[in-house]
């Protein structure tokens, strides 16, 4: 849902905070945004159809499944709802929506979509409306709104990283039709911390602003029915729309705000199997132990 208008949504993140309020909407801005998207929107739900919805439709039901891929999966709802609606909200600012209805509305965007996708699994004999996803969905939309409720929490933010498993590879090999956004061994998700809030003022001038820590959890040996291993994380991690080199575009800026929200390879520790190990982590898949 987010790649076809992320850069639209991100454009100038920290230009458009900058700005002043107005209630003189740019109207061909809005346009723009509403057309761009109204394609996702559409792209998204055709891909989705194949993907999952063809046939076995049934009666409306709830399904609770709280323990499935040991919530990897409520992780993703989280984060895919709390991107939207920064993105959403980034695009009104854009299009010169005030502030506040822009951050209401931004979230109200990433939360639709997110429960429409709800509702068409209710309909579906395999998979149900899951409760689940669905209050995950609203804790991600929700997020912006907090953090505007409570500026500390502007210090912390979601990222994720991906690298297809070796599960989902052969899949592909045997021709067998598979969503990477359900390839949950994958994944890892990601709550990204900005320490500067907790140094003296003059610890925190010294400290790269661009270079935070981040707390990540991953799972894997997963079996379908919530049993597996569980790894956390913890690692560096940098913000690349701080960094230096977005200075003097707001082009470059929006495509460094848009990678933020992925966390890239860096130094850490892992816990799994009651072990810690040291390296340079990305996924559970792609890593380098030392």
Not at 153 to 182: H, T
Request: hydrophobic share 40%.
């Amino acid at each position: 849902m987010l790649a076809g208008w992320a850069l639209v949504g991100t454009c100038g993140g920290r230009v458009l905070a900058q700005e002043s309020d107005t209630t003189e909407i740019n109207k061909t801005r809005l346009y723009l945004l509403g057309g761009a998207l109204t394609g996702t929107v559409v792209g998204i739900h055709l891909y989705q159809q194949a993907a999952w919805w063809q046939g076995d439709r049934a009666p409306f039901r709830f399904e609770n499944d709280w323990q499935y891929a040991l919530n990897i999966d409520k992780w993703g709802h989280t984060y895919g709802a709390y991107v939207a609606a920064n993105v959403a909200q980034s695009a009104l600012r854009w299009s010169n929506v005030p502030k506040q209805n822009s951050l209401v509305y931004g979230c109200l965007l990433g939360l639709s979509y997110q429960l429409y996708v709800e509702l068409e699994d209710g309909y579906h004999r395999s998979y149900g409306f899951s409760p689940g996803d669905a209050f995950s969905d609203v804790i991600g939309a929700s997020i912006p709104l907090a953090q505007a409720a409570f500026p500390v929490l502007q210090n912390f933010s979601m990222q994720w990283s991906y690298y297809p498993s070796s599960e989902y590879i052969d899949a592909l090999e045997k021709k067998q039709f598979k969503v990477f956004i359900d390839d949950y061994e994958g994944q890892i998700y990601w709550i990204r911390m900005d320490p500067h809030f907790l140094l003296d003022r003059k610890t925190a001038q010294d400290f790269p602003k661009w270079l935070g820590v981040s707390f990540g959890i991953a799972a894997h040996n997963l079996n379908g029915s919530g049993v597996g291993d569980r790894t956390f994380y913890l690692a560096a991690d940098y913000r690349l729309s701080d960094m230096d080199i977005c200075k003097g575009s707001d082009f470059v800026h929006a495509l460094l705000s848009t990678l933020d929200y992925i966390h890239l390879p860096s130094p850490g520790i892992a816990w799994e199997d009651g072990k810690v190990k040291v390296g340079i982590f990305y996924t559970y898949h792609v890593k380098l132990v030392l």
